[in-house]
């Protein structure tokens, strides 16, 4: 269903590798809902995924760009307002990669200069994206900017390794950023923390699927998928949440507040009694 909650609005989406990408899925909510976008991703991935088939989906372009490059970052922005002829209204940063959990590197002996990339690729590449957008002043008053985060920024989950260093800083940036875009420009800042997703980034944590089925039986609402995950973005690219900013949203079916669920119990007390 379309309520054309983002009519008029243009916007740069980081991230759409395949079909499973949360940022493919957000593209085509947005498209449903009035918008357009520039697509972009590195060239390496966009050789590896089907990128090309989304931008003639929605008859847009892609702008290959290395988010910790500020050179193709500077050129992106550019060349989406001169596609748009004027500034955008929302930035998805769909971004995430570790090289340590590529080349299962354990948390306690960890590769230091992997480890810098870890930072750079999935968290200091949103503080890249935010200043040259600022710096260029090519986001319109009450923009909105998205990055997407996990709950292992604020609980450790085993396996998530440093990723989860990664999503502090992200969700850190989002905060310091947010006040002062926000109170310069009106543009908004959030995380949205979203349950585990079948995608290929999520696939790459060691013991992902069990991940998945653990916070399934966790949530009340069960996991929020990718296509549950864009709409939620959709609302907050739109005009319905223009005081929402510095936050980090949890969309997770509920996850986070929960201790214990019944199902929970269950697993644990069926795989405690196969034990004996
Ligand atoms: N899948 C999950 O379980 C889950 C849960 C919570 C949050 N997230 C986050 O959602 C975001 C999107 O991931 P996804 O699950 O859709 O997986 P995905 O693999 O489809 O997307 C990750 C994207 O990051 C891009 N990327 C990697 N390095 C880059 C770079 N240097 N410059 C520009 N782009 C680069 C990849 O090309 C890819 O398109 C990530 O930030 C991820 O951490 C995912």
Known sequence: MSYNLLKGKKGIIFGA?????IAWKTA???????????????P?????GTIDALAEKYNTIVIPADATNTEDLENLISKTMEHFGGKIDFVLHSIGMSPNVRKENAYNDINYNLYHQTLDISAISFHKILQACYKMDAINEWGSVIALSYIAAE???????DMADA???????????G?????EKHVRINTISQSPTKTTAGSGITGFNNLVDYAEMMSPLGNASADDCADYIITLFSDLTRKVTMQNLFHDGGFSNMGMSIKGMEAISKGLSEKK
């Open 167 to 177: 999503k502090s800083m992200l969700e850190s940036i989002a905060r310091s950023f």
């Open 155 to 161: 609980r450790t989950f085993c396996n998530y390794n």
């Open 17 to 21: 590798l395949n079909e499973q990408s």
């Open 44 to 48: 390496a991935s966009m050789r590896f």
């Open 179 to 183: 006040y002062i875009y926000g109170q």
């Open 28 to 42: 085509e909510h947005a498209a449903a809902e009035g918008a357009e976008f520039v697509l972009t991703n590195t």
